[in-house]
């Protein structure tokens, strides 16, 4: 097998290797599973006509996620005339949830078992694109504070701020829905 | 509220995420044993956020994997 050949195989291994967390990210932003397939898709063709400039050895997932950052960015761009997704935004309340104990009146393990997957999907639609993006890389897909920082080409105080909000945002969202629950199945 | 304790609960977030130094760790890690509010408080969280990550990740549909197969095929 020539250089070239081997190359291309590698990158290709690394392509599907990484195809569920394409689709994941590609998910949290555009909101719905047709869109992400092709977000996904041309992504993948985009790769592929770069394969030559990727590097052996470095992190491909997070290069591919680049490119499907900038494939979305542009799309969004074309779409609404230069405007991007905000910066802060006031959808998150502030602040960290205290030890008042008052976040979790109901047992903790039965609110975790009810938590369902359309309850995690609300809470991060509720979430701008901002902090749903430091979501998904920090948490889902793992990626450090400093490499979510430079895939967001943002500072690392930046993603951490974020990360911290908006798991505080999603945790309170889910706790209000919770008892809410409880308060209809009660009366 | 004492002053480990006013650790703990700025450095959760990053305690979950495994971005504090060794030493960091090891300052949340002492103070929790001895102190039920904290051990549970960080007990919650790190649940919380271990049912969230785990509800987040999905997998891409054998359609799309298909796709791309047939993608990377043609290329």
């Known amino acids: ?187 | 509220m004492s002053p480990e304790c006013a650790f703990v609960l700025d450095h959760y977030n990053d305690y979950i995420s495994g971005e504090l130094v060794a030493g960091e760790v090891a300052r949340v890690e002492d103070h929790i044993k001895s102190c039920p509010n904290c051990e549970k408080f960080l007990g919650k969280a790190s649940r919380l956020h271990g049912r969230t990550v785990g509800l987040l990740r999905t997998s891409a549909p054998q359609t799309l994997r298909n796709s791309i197969s047939s993608l990377l095929d043609k290329a």
């Open chain 1, 1 to 187: 097998m020539d250089k070239k050949t081997k190359k291309r195989l590698t990158f290709e291994t690394e392509v599907m290797a990484n195809l569920d967390s394409m689709y994941r990210y590609a998910l949290h932003l555009v909101r719905n599973t047709e869109d992400a397939g092709d977000l996904v898709q041309e992504t993948c063709a985009r790769s592929l006509k770069a394969a030559d400039q990727f590097k052996q050895g470095t992190n491909a997932r997070a290069w591919l996620f680049t490119i499907m950052r900038n494939i979305f960015f542009n799309q969004h761009r074309a779409k609404s005339r230069g405007e991007v997704p905000s910066d802060w935004t006031d959808e998150v309340e502030s602040g960290d949830q205290r030890f008042t104990g008052s976040v979790w009146p109901q047992p903790f393990e039965l609110f975790l078992r009810d938590m369902m997957r359309d309850d995690i999907d609300k809470a991060m639609a509720e979430l701008s694109i901002d902090f749903r993006s430091v979501v998904m890389l920090c948490d889902v897909e793992g990626f450090s504070y400093a490499e979510t920082a430079e895939l967001l080409d943002i500072p690392v105080g930046t993603v951490r701020s974020r990360l911290h909000r908006a798991r505080a945002s999603m945790q309170s969202m889910l706790t209000q829905w919770f008892n809410k629950g409880l308060e209809a199945n009660e009366s």
